[in-house]
């Protein structure tokens, strides 16, 4: 069956999360489907940052840590967050950034199996994995003694062995939207002693995430994507109660400390998810973030991450079947799964020549999304066109226009103009 431009228009008028729209700053004129890499401002924050710089900062000064709750900002922050991830309040912080948080989680539940089970000496995560989680687990492995194994998207079964320590993985991939059963992972690797770690920074605020109900080990995750929290917005940490009591995270500043400002000289760990603060936190970003937060927590009464959940999926399903329908014959493919079990809330295609340009050429006509480069050397084959779906604010028209530019894109090779072709320093 074809779906029209006026059936598109049509889903808007019924969609009962389409008021959420309101909350956010989409500029005129374009069709952002890159929220799954920098989420748009929400309204509310303009205001809120001027309001913490003028009054709380500038009034209040050293008074705002208590008055104005800057102190307890990653509490309150992650209690809000929690909501959204099956997790409980006192179970998440807000802190840091993404890297940073999986380099403590990592470090801990090494540090777990260096004393529990010494003969656990390997880390598996997908060849596919964010660049930096591979970094950080590079890193942290050469120092302590553990070697890291790559395994192909998917092939997990490596990891459930005697001799592997932690299975670490992104929820659902950034290169390919595919996503991962957190539970059905989690419980196999429980089964076979492995503890895991998932990076949730394409699934917190994107698909429902059930941390407990998992019954998953760490997760960390992104505040700039999703949540709409704001360039380099802090990212969030959740530790299993069963761990967060028992082990001290390496990065022992004082704001993990319990009393802070006692300033004693030795170091005793806050009690539970504190214990992953490290430093003073920058404030005004928090207060950001908290906006994007507030205006996540706006779909609860809508139907919460069930309802966003059932959009996502009907946004991502319209945009395949268009771009089949419409861009046939242009050597298109679908890289994403289609199976709405598998897959994450953007779809990502890839084509033999011209991914990049094609998505210069969709920029300039105000579709952006954005490219991913392939790694031939490490097994990754495909250029991708990436295309995120933040059902808080796209639509099902935005839907329908970003496949009618991709298609007159196509039709008249206009991605083969030579401005297209010069890469940028961030694509
Ligand atoms: C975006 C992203 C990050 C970002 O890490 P930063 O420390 O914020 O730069 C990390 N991991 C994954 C899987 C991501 O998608």
Redesign the pocket.
């Known amino acids: 069956m074809t779906t029209t431009l006026q059936d598109c228009r049509a889903m808007d008028a019924q969609d009962p999360l389409r008021p959420l729209r309101d909350l956010f700053v989409v500029p005129q004129g374009v069709t952002y489907l890159d929220g799954n890499s920098l989420g748009v401002m929400p309204k509310s924050a303009a205001a809120r940052v001027a309001q913490v710089a003028t009054e709380e900062w500038a009034q209040g000064l050293i008074r705002s840590w208590n008055a104005a709750g800057w102190f307890t900002m990653p509490q309150r922050l992650g209690d809000k967050l929690a909501q959204l991830m099956g997790a409980k309040a006192g179970e998440v912080v807000v802190t840091d ?4 948080n999986l380099y403590k989680v990592l470090s801990a539940a090494l540090t777990m199996a260096a004393q529990d089970a010494p003969h656990r000496t390997v880390v598996v995560s997908e060849r596919t ?2 660049p ?2 591979l970094y950080i687990a590079q890193g942290l492995c050469k120092a302590n003694g553990f070697t890291l194994e790559l395994v192909d998207d998917g092939a997990l079964d490596a990891a459930m062995r005697p001799d592997v320590a932690v299975l670490m993985l ?1 929820h659902v991939n ?1 290169r390919t939207g595919a996503m991962h059963d957190m539970k059905a992972i989690t419980a196999a690797a429980q089964g076979a002693g492995v503890l895991t770690i998932w ?1 949730l ?2 699934s917190a605020g994107a698909v429902p995430v059930d941390l407990n109900g998992a019954d998953a080990d760490f997760a960390v995750g ?1 505040g700039y ?1 999703y949540l709409n929290g704001g360039p380099g917005a802090p ?1 969030f940490v959740w530790v299993h109660p069963r761990h967060a009591g028992r082990f001290e995270q390496p990065l022992s500043g004082w704001w993990g400390h319990a009393a802070p400002f006692e300033f004693a000289p030795g170091y005793r760990p806050a009690e539970g998810i504190s214990r992953y603060l490290c430093g003073t936190q920058p404030i005004i970003s928090m207060a950001a973030l908290e906006c994007g937060l507030d205006a996540m927590l706006a779909a609860q009464p809508l139907g919460g991450m069930q309802a966003l959940r059932a959009k996502s999926l009907a946004l991502t399903d319209l945009f395949i079947s268009l771009v089949e329908q419409r861009c046939a014959g242009h050597g298109i493919e679908l890289v994403t799964p289609r199976g709405h079990a598998q897959r994450g809330s953007q779809v990502c295609l890839t084509r033999s020549e011209g991914a990049y340009a094609i998505v210069q050429a969709l920029i300039a006509r105000g579709v952006i999304g954005d490219y991913r480069a392939a790694d031939v050397a490490s097994g990754v084959q495909q250029e991708i066109l990436r295309f995120g779906f933040t059902p808080l604010y796209i639509g099902f028209e935005d839907t329908w226009n970003a496949v009618e530019h991709l298609k007159q894109v196509l039709d008249t090779h206009e991605w083969q103009r030579a401005g297209f072709n010069q890469k940028h320093a961030v694509t």
């Open positions: 950034s993404t890297s940073i994995n964010f930096t989680d992104t950034y990076d920074a394409h992104c994507k990212a």
